[in-house]
DNA sequence: GTGGTCTAGACCACT
DNA sequence: GTGGTCTAGACCACG
């Protein structure tokens, strides 16, 4: 298994979007490396119970991006172009959501403190999520 | 004025989404009290030169979602009925965004310090942005 | 009608990716200005007899690339961040079928005075097909 | 060594079709002469690092187009039967490359002296190229 | 086995 | 009216 996606088919975001978020910064974390295979199209849309075309655009729009690579009759592969990206650049990536969440929490009157405390108890549980995944057999 | 909305005609979120929420953040927080007057459909919509229906939908719902009243001849107040809510109640409406930007966090293969030195900065941002918007006319 | 297409939907080169090169290239050369709006989906699926999805698979790449906008409810239109080209830039985008042709040509025994005088009466004629454009009612 | 191949595995033209279409050109400009031997197909595949059943297939498509013919312990060599062709009949298989080309350079907003001129320097280049073939060991 | 393309049709969301 | 998303299924092309 190289990768393990977390799709939520309800989720208000898309799913191919789900997915071309996912990919990007996984890569850019290096959690995915430069020549990493990926899962097949048809691998990836029969284990989450989705259409193959959803994945397929997801997969297509990373290589439009320039993030993944066609290896003809053998799959996408993590492009090799891209080093793996300072902490900076990463958290550029992640500024959108802490912007939107951080102008939330002014809105609802929440002091800075009260918002910052939330939001250490949603990493803490995120990285035991993340250490003990939901396994059909666990 | 009443309230300053923040809109963003083309971000992700839909227009008349951004006007509901902020809505319902403000009044969650007292920063709209009972009995306020919003601005009318034709000036919200003049104001950020959006469609006057869009507004209008915004606050149909927030209508049916029995946080605003319609009072003939005076546009849409702020119904009586709501109390402010208390800290917990708000910071569920936060919950969401803090849990996205969490997830990415650690996808980003980012530390939780690192994450949250970045929200205590994106919250002061919102702050000082807060306390002096951009204006037309300063 | 503000652009004509040229779809030939038999050709080896796919539906979506047609549409695609020729926005890039009218936009490049100006034909297509900025803030230009473009045919609907629907209209122009409808006048070359092809799945809506089809365009509409062009049109998101194309937004992709940073060349259209979306303008929610009101189609799309040409996005208003590209300057008009230098023949250099436009020449570049020339480029990879002119390297492909002079290959080609090498490879069969042209020289390069013949495949020269065969590409000036290709312009010659593509200039006037463009000229005088193929109507259903001349 | 009797035939240099330009293989370029990630180019939008399949690999075997780059073969054939090589093949089929330089026989028509007698520089792939009669009784000629092509490389094997294990040496093909070995030299561009692809697949020995994609060298296979585009031989299988020349042998029955017959411009190649399988002489047993052999390999392939070409076909005696194909006499050299005329210089309009080797004209008429570029004339596609050119064709596309004018259209673009037209949709780019270049003069034909422009594009003429952009192909003389490609046609200079590919000579050049063609003249000097890049070794992995001079 | 791999991905690509297109179709037909449904349903949703936004303005 | 606009585009977006997803599905189901077909067919093709490549290795």
Excluded at 82 to 105: D, K, N, W, Y
Aim: proline share 7%; glycine share 6%.
């Amino acid at each position: 298994m190289s990768i393990r996606f977390d799709i939520l088919p309800s989720d208000a975001v898309p799913i191919y979007r789900q997915i071309v978020e996912q990919v990007r910064r996984r890569i850019a974390s290096g959690s995915l490396a430069a020549g990493e295979e990926l899962p097949s199209v048809r691998a990836l849309a029969l284990e989450h119970a989705i259409n193959p075309m959803t994945v397929s655009k997801a997969y297509s729009l990373l290589e439009a991006e320039g993030l993944l690579e066609r290896r003809r009759g053998m799959g996408m592969v993590v492009a090799a172009v891209r080093p793996t990206r300072s902490v900076a650049q990463r958290q550029a990536l992640l500024e959108p959501a802490l912007q939107a969440a951080a102008q939330q929490a002014l809105e609802l009157g929440l002091t800075p403190a009260q918002a910052q405390q939330q939001f250490a108890h949603c990493l803490e549980r995120a990285l035991a999520g993340a250490e003990n995944p939901p396994e059909n057999a666990p």
